[in-house]
T-cell receptor, first 114, second 111 residues
């Protein structure tokens, strides 16, 4: 069964450092997402991406965050200058077609900022 | 403001003891309601999508139903392997992409 794959599974970084989280969405999907889940809290929407541009973003997705699809398979989330409160599980997700259809999630990248 | 609440927060069942999980939502026009299962340290695993009141979907021991304000996930004769957190999420017609998650119900099934 096709799946969303994410790397790394766990990363520890110093506060203020840049982090790039990588994702390979399901191959025929066109809509890509990043969500995050702080330990013990809800899964929160960060950003959606379609046709090489951001289609929607939340208040959390401020100027320190950016997304990119550098080639035909990868989708990345960059955090420019990490803060302690960025520590969370980050989930990449993808969907084949627009609104209402199923979003499939990856296993997550656990980011710890120290 | 669009939001999702789930109850109970945690549920402990004996193996074979059927029960239901509740998801209440407030959304400005529902585009879709989703149920996911999440195991500790893992990503949400898709279970069901429901689109309109009255709709029902089934998969093995799970059945999801939808009304205009709530959705229920019925678990019939659960097994220990059904232990997980069950997440409800909604997408509003006002948002093309964003899915809003509830806090989840943590289910433990005791042998």
């Amino acid at each position: 069964e096709p799946e969303v794959t994410q790397t790394p599974s766990h990363q520890v970084t110093q506060m203020g450092q840049e982090v790039i989280l990588r994702c390979v969405p399901i191959s025929n999907h066109l809509y890509f997402y990043w969500y995050r889940q702080i330990l013990g809290q809800k899964v929160e929407f960060l950003v959606s991406f379609y046709n090489n541009e951001i289609s929607e973003k939340s208040e959390i997705f401020d100027d320190q965050f950016s997304v990119e699809r550098p080639d035909g398979s990868n989708f990345t989330l960059k955090i420019r200058s990490t803060k302690l409160e960025d520590s969370a599980m980050y989930f990449c997700a993808s969907r084949s077609s627009p609104a209402g259809n199923t979003i499939y999630f990856g296993e997550g990248s656990w980011l710890t900022v120290v | 403001e669009d939001q999702v609440t789930q109850s109970p927060e945690a549920l402990r069942l004996q193996e074979g003891e059927s029960s239901s999980l509740n998801c209440s939502y407030t959304v400005s026009g529902l585009r879709g309601l989703f149920w996911y299962r999440q195991d500790p340290g893992k990503g949400p695993e898709f279970l069901f999508t429901l689109y309109s009141a009255g709709e029902e979907k089934e998969k093995e021991r799970l059945k999801a139903t939808l009304t205009k304000k709530e959705s229920f996930l019925h678990i019939t004769a659960p097994k220990p392997e059904d232990s997980a957190t069950y997440l409800c999420a909604v997408q509003a017609k006002t948002s093309y992409d964003k899915v809003i998650f509830g806090p989840g119900t943590s289910l433990s099934v005791i042998p």
